[in-house]
């Protein structure tokens, strides 16, 4: 993937939360915020599959 394009979705991610970044020099540090993802899988669970278990165990709805 091209730098650009990596970098342009990182962006993204953290300014939706769900990545943190650091700059380090001329580099940026990413880092996974599970806080946010895990919340985020919790409200698409509980909208998108309507509460089914079933759903969240195999992915289909």
Do not use: W
Not at 7 to 19: C, D, N, R, T, Y
Not at 43 to 60: F, M, V, W
Request: charged share 20%; net charge negative.
């Amino acid at each position: 993937m091209p730098g650009a394009t990596l970098s342009f979705h990182l962006k993204e991610l953290a300014a939706a939360g769900l990545v943190t970044a650091e700059q380090r020099g001329r580099a940026i540090c990413y880092r996974a915020n599970f806080d946010s993802m895990n919340g985020l899988l919790d409200y698409l669970t509980e909208n998108c599959c309507a509460g089914d278990q079933s759903c969240q165990a195999t992915g289909r709805c």
